[in-house]
Structure formats: C-alpha cells, structure tokens
C-alpha cells in the first residue's frame, strides 16, 4: 500500500530542536531527495543525484587505478542459490523481497531481488575460473538493491537504496587480506579528501560483521549529533562463498584449490553523511568537490544590468569553467537577490559570487563563503586562480571543522557507570577496554544502545586492563557509539 507523501516543509526546524527533523527538512528543501509513494522508499532528485554522480565518478576512478573492471549481474536470485550459504541466508532473511509470480503465472521457484551479490556472482565465477592463470578477478558493479526496512530515513534507510560492490576472485589468502584492506583505504581516502569527513577505520566485531565474511571492515564517521556512520564496508570472504559455489582452480602446483574472495560497498548513505557532518540551521553545507554547482554567480540588477553587469557575469562564468569549474548563473527576474541568496545557502553552495554595477566600476566582485559565512572583495583580474584557491580552503576547512568535532566528542572511560552516563546525552564516540565477549557486548547494548562501531587498526594494548562489563581481562580497546 502507498503511503502518503508530507508537505514540503517551509522551515528548517534547529538541529537543537530536533536532529532529525532538521536533516529530513534539509534533505527535502534542498531538493536532494523526497519520499515515493512507495512505502520505505525514496526519489533521488537531481541536486541530490548530481552529489552521486559525482561521488561515483571519484570512486571509479580509484577503482580503475586499482586494476579493477565494471560488470553487471542481474537484479534477481533464484532461492536455491540464496539458500547454499545459511549464515548468509540468515543474516539477510528479514531483508529479503521475494518475487512469487512472473505475470499471473505463479512461479517454479521464488526469485529474492538482491540484497547484495555475493551468491549470483559466485555462481558465475565458478563458471569462470579453471586456472590461478584466471585470478585474480576484480569486478565491481554500480547497482541498486532491496532490503526490506521498516523505518524510512532519506539516504540513511530505504527499502532501496544505490550503491558500488566490488566482488573479487584470489590465489592465496594474503592476496584476498590485502585486497580487503586495499579497498576499505580507498574508501578511507576517498571520503576524507572528497567528502571532508574524517573516518575511523578498523575490524568489526563478530557479532556486527558481515553475514558470511570471515572477517569485516569498515570505516566509521561521527555525525553532528553525535551518532556514528557506518561509511563503508571491505569483506575478508574466505574461502566460504567459494566452497559453497564450489569456486575452484588448479593452482600451480596442479592440486584442485578454492578461490580466496572479497567484496567490499559504499552507498547513497554517503550523501547523508555530507548532511549530518557538515549541515547548520541555514541548511546545506557542501564539500567544493562534490557540490554539484561550486560556485553561483548573482548578478545585482539595478538599472541596465542585462548590458552591463550580466555579460561580465557571463564571461567570468566561462573563465571558471574553463578551469574546471562547476559554476551557474542565477539571472532569474522573478526572485530577488536577497532571496537567491538564501536559496544557494540552503543549497549549499560553497562560494557565492556577487556581481552588480558598482563592482563592475571597481572591476571587483564580492565572495561570500558557505562554511564560514565571510564576505570579501576580489578583483576580475585573475579570478579564475583566486576562486580555485578560495574553494580549496573551504575543503580543507570543513574536514577540519569535521575532525575537530570528532576529538571534542570522542572521549575514553574505564567505569561502566561513567560510560552509561556519557551515552545518555550526545556522546560520540567513546573508548573503553572490552574482553572480547560477545555476550558483553550485547548486553552493553541492551542497556545504552551503544554498539561497538570498531577494534581500530591503530589501537593501544589493552594489556593489565578489565573489561568495562564484566571486570574480566580486556583484550582490547573498543569504540563504542549509538549509531544509524
């Protein structure tokens, strides 16, 4: 059944009012997604999709360098491939859409729209590979995929959702290891450069990997609310898929061998992120290098302006894009400055650029930055460079801004009533000695919310320390967050 769709709101409710209202009356004025008359599922509207386009260009490109190669599988899986790998079944089962009719006529067997790849990809690279001459296989695919939600939150939880998933094919188990870890750096670099939002990274705990993986990571990011982001995933596969699709191949020494396999997956959630890390009150706050227009020029119309000021406009808008540049002219008649202005920094736009007839007599125009807010005077002369400077400030200020908030909301703790009471307010992230027990770890759970979000690659010796629940040896250090 349909649902029906709410009003667009008018206004931005305060994050501290309400976080969550605030990010889906951002998402929805900002026009980057709205929700469908499909119940759990959303429409990604062009703004919203420009943010995607660009984050896939970024990904694919690192893809590429990596050795790696886009394919696509199809959408559907028959139930007896699903049903080879149990823990995989099981963790996906009440997630899973399953297709019974083909028309009006009922079908031999039930199809599941795919929640992820891992058991059709198996099955073709069983078909594929005879040889270690035939390893390694790097494909990725560039999809959507179904997994049935109860809650709609816009980019964070949809019933659909776009995503990237890197399946891949090795030798040896070192191979597979450092592929696993290869990828989950790629994610690492690509959202702190791209996206300006630092990230933790590190090993999943048993009870929280991926159904099926032998071990899981991911990269973790603190949102402005203080919950955590799962950004992205990196799958170390074993030789689990591979024995269940009886994924084999002679290896060098000619003994019959499985195959070692990965997969690895970041999704539109990312564009949620961008929201929760960098938005305020006013709205949007974007990365230069992924908001779809970087820069938008306002022409001020008083007196002859469409022969004066607009043609200047003009030619400084093919000078930026010369450069490289995303850029858009707002000459609109039937909205005022004040009001374009307020639009753009709802939007998002990292740089503002005002041109009206006193500048052009001082050959100057007037930047206003999103992140900061702050005006100034730049001359026409050279403003291609002045620009690409201004925007790569803005970057490298929001990651800043988004590290700093991080520190300032992660702290450390032993005691588990001090820990109860840090996760009652807003808390980030916080770090306490854990044993290693995932009976522990469900009850900290049950009683704060809090899960761990990662065993960091980085993390200091848990030696001579006791775990925060029970008091029993620790084995580590955890990080412990509420999280989406």
């Given at each position: 059944?349909?649902?029906?769709?709410?009003?667009?709101?008018?206004?931005?409710?305060?994050?501290?009012?309400?976080?969550?209202?605030?990010?889906?009356?951002?998402?929805?004025?900002?026009?980057?997604?709205?929700y469908?008359?499909?119940?759990?599922?959303?429409?990604i509207?062009?703004?919203?999709?420009?943010m995607?386009?660009?984050?896939?260009?970024?990904?694919?490109?690192?893809?590429?360098?990596?050795?790696?190669?886009?394919?696509?599988?199809?959408?559907?899986?028959?139930?007896?491939?699903?049903?080879?790998?149990?823990?995989?079944?099981?963790?996906?089962?009440?997630?899973?859409?399953?297709?019974?009719?083909?028309?009006?006529e009922?079908?031999e067997?039930?199809?599941?729209?795919?929640?992820?790849?891992?058991?059709?990809?198996?099955?073709?690279y069983?078909k594929?590979?005879q040889?270690?001459?035939?390893?390694?296989?790097?494909i990725n695919?560039w999809a959507?995929?179904?997994?049935?939600?109860?809650?709609?939150?816009?980019?964070?939880?949809?019933?659909?959702?776009?995503?990237?998933?890197?399946?891949?094919?090795?030798?040896t188990?070192?191979?597979?290891?450092?592929?696993?870890?290869r990828?989950?750096?790629?994610?690492?670099e690509?959202?702190?450069?791209e996206?300006?939002?630092?990230?933790?990274?590190?090993?999943?705990t048993?009870?929280?990997?991926?159904?099926?993986?032998?071990?899981?990571y991911?990269?973790?990011?603190?949102?402005?609310?203080?919950?955590?982001?799962?950004?992205?995933?990196?799958?170390?596969?074993?030789?689990?898929?591979?024995?269940?699709?009886?994924?084999?191949?002679?290896?060098?020494?000619?003994?019959?061998?499985?195959?070692?396999?990965?997969?690895?997956?970041?999704?539109?959630?990312l564009?949620?992120?961008?929201?929760?890390?960098h938005?305020?009150?006013?709205?949007?706050?974007?990365?230069?290098?992924?908001?779809?227009?970087?820069?938008?020029?306002v022409?001020i119309?008083?007196?002859?302006?469409?022969e004066?000021?607009?043609?200047?406009?003009?030619?400084?808008?093919?000078?930026?894009?010369a450069?490289?540049?995303?850029v858009?002219i707002?000459?609109?008649?039937?909205?005022?400055?004040?009001?374009?202005?307020n639009?753009?920094?709802?939007?998002?736009?990292?740089?503002?650029?005002?041109?009206?007839?006193?500048?052009?007599?001082?050959?100057?125009?007037?930047?206003?930055?999103r992140?900061?807010?702050?005006?100034?005077?730049?001359?026409?002369?050279?403003?291609?460079?002045?620009?690409?400077?201004?925007?790569?400030?803005?970057?490298?200020?929001?990651?800043?801004?988004?590290?700093?908030?991080?520190e300032?909301?992660?702290?450390s703790?032993?005691?588990?009533?001090?820990?109860?009471a840090?996760?009652e307010?807003?808390?980030?992230?916080?770090?306490?000695?854990?044993?290693?027990?995932a009976?522990?770890?469900?009850?900290?759970?049950a009683?704060?919310?809090?899960?761990?979000?990662?065993?960091?690659?980085?993390?200091?010796?848990?030696?001579?320390?006791v775990?925060?629940?029970?008091?029993?040896?620790?084995?580590?250090?955890?990080?412990?967050?509420?999280?989406?």
């Open positions: 059944m349909s649902e029906a769709i709410p009003d667009l709101p008018t206004e931005i409710t305060p994050q501290s009012q309400d976080f969550a209202r605030w990010y889906v009356d951002v998402v929805r004025r900002a026009e980057l997604a709205d469908s008359p499909v119940k759990g599922c959303m429409v509207r062009p703004y919203g999709y420009a995607w386009e660009l984050i896939q260009q970024g990904l694919d490109r690192r893809f590429k360098a990596t050795g790696h190669v886009n394919a696509y599988f199809p959408l559907f899986i028959p139930e007896s491939l699903l049903m080879k790998e149990v823990e995989h079944v099981e963790g996906f089962a009440p997630q899973v859409a399953w297709v019974t009719h083909g028309g009006t009922k079908l067997e039930r199809l599941v729209v795919r929640p992820t790849s891992e058991t059709i990809i198996g099955t073709m069983a594929w590979v040889s270690w001459r035939d390893l390694p296989i790097l695919q959507n995929v179904v997994r049935w939600e109860k809650v709609t939150r816009l980019f964070l939880r949809t019933t659909e959702f776009l995503w990237q998933e890197g399946h891949t094919a090795h030798e188990e070192e191979e597979a290891q450092e592929e696993t870890l990828m989950l750096g790629v994610y690492k690509f959202v702190e450069s996206l300006a939002i630092p990230v933790l990274d590190g090993q999943k048993e009870s929280e990997k991926f159904a099926g993986a032998a071990r899981t991911s990269i973790e990011a603190l949102m402005g609310d203080g919950r955590a982001l799962q950004a992205g995933t990196s799958h170390n596969l074993g030789q689990n898929f591979a024995k269940v699709y009886d994924i084999k191949f002679q290896g060098r020494d000619k003994s019959l061998q499985y195959v070692w396999g990965t997969s690895w997956g970041v999704t539109t959630r564009i949620g992120a961008v929201v929760m890390v938005g305020d009150d006013g709205g949007l706050t974007l990365p230069p290098r992924i908001a779809p227009y970087q820069v938008v020029i022409p119309p008083r007196g002859n302006w469409r004066t000021v607009l043609p200047k406009a003009q030619a400084i808008r093919d000078e930026l894009a450069r490289g540049i995303r858009h707002d000459d609109r008649d039937t909205q005022t400055p004040g009001w374009k202005f639009e753009w920094e709802l939007r998002g736009v990292p740089l503002r650029m005002e041109i009206g007839p006193k500048d052009l007599e001082k050959s100057q125009v007037v930047l206003a930055r992140d900061t807010r702050e005006k100034s005077s730049a001359p026409m002369e050279g403003i291609g460079g002045h620009v690409e400077e201004r925007l790569n400030e803005i970057q490298q200020a929001l990651y800043d801004r988004a590290l700093k908030f991080r300032e909301h992660t702290s703790t032993d005691s588990y009533a001090e820990f109860q840090i996760m307010g807003r808390p980030g992230f916080v770090i306490s000695p854990w044993c290693g027990s009976a522990c770890e469900a009850a900290i759970k009683d704060t919310q809090a899960t761990i979000r990662s065993i960091p690659f980085n993390s200091p010796s848990a030696d001579g320390k775990c925060l629940k029970c008091g029993s040896p620790a084995t580590v250090y955890a990080w412990f967050a509420k999280a989406y």
